[in-house]
């Protein structure tokens, strides 16, 4: 059973095309997030969301809009796509806002290509 | 600002220790975490220090010091398939929904 699993695993697509990333947890927890992971590995964190409500926009251009439906679940849909747009997108949960232990249970990661 | 410092690579022999060390700079600090990542994989939880000392699991250990703000994750007994990519990482000063990753540590294990 897959504890966070985002589909699709690879996307390649147009400049300017629109795409949405789809996530979901079956851990029971309250948080979570989307990180993007650059060319040189470099993770940043994007959106987390705590029961549904935004809680962290980290300076995201509004091309980027995740939405929440329930607990389980945070979408992220990108709009006008742009080369630097190009990364792997996680997303990522925890039990209680990371609780004390920083212990984030990732995805399998989300390929984006844009040409 | 926050910030973690990583070593970028280290390369170490099979059955060897490699130690990866993080320094780091927040004005506001829980505690220290790990990761680790193989290419193409997800990032995985690997230990979590949120006093001074050693804690240890398995063949893998994390030491922090609060006073340095320094830590650092010790391997024993490398394996073929400890060769990953390693990351420091604390929760944000202005809020605890943000984990905050340091740049990594790419580890190359050669037989």
């Known amino acids: 059973d897959t504890a966070v699993s985002q589909t699709p695993k690879y996307l390649v697509t147009q400049m300017g095309n629109d795409k949405s990333i789809k996530c979901e947890q079956n851990?029971?927890?309250?948080?979570m997030y989307w990180y993007k992971q650059d060319s040189k590995k470099f993770l940043k964190i994007m959106f987390s969301?705590?029961?549904?409500?935004?809680?962290i926009n980290e300076t995201v251009p509004n091309r980027f809009s995740p939405k929440s439906p329930d607990k389980a679940h945070l979408n992220l849909h990108i709009n006008s796509l742009e080369l630097g747009d190009s990364a792997v997108y996680f997303c990522?949960?925890?039990?209680?806002?990371?609780?004390?232990?920083?212990?984030?249970?990732f995805g399998e990661g989300s390929r984006l290509t844009v040409l | 600002g926050q910030s973690l410092e990583q070593p970028s690579e280290v390369t170490a022999v099979e059955g060897a220790i490699v130690q990866i060390n993080c320094t780091y700079q927040?004005?506001?600090?829980?505690?220290l975490s790990w990761y680790q990542q193989h290419d193409g994989g997800a990032p995985t939880f690997l230990s979590y220090?949120?006093?001074?000392g050693l804690e240890e699991t398995g063949r893998f250990s994390s030491f922090l010091s609060r006073s340095d703000s320094y830590g650092y994750l010790l391997l024993q007994e490398l394996q073929m398939k400890d060769s990953a990519s390693y990351f420091c990482?604390?929760?944000?000063?202005?809020?605890?929904?943000?984990?905050?990753f340091g740049s990594g540590t790419r580890l190359l294990v050669r037989p």
């Open positions: 990522a949960s925890s039990q209680v806002a990371s609780g004390n232990t920083g212990e984030l249970f």
């Open positions: 851990l029971g927890h309250d948080t």
């Open positions: 969301y705590n029961n549904k409500e935004l809680i």
């Open positions: 927040t004005s506001g600090f829980y505690g």
């Open positions: 220090n949120a006093l001074d």
């Open positions: 990482a604390f929760l944000g000063v202005d809020s605890s929904y943000k984990l905050i």
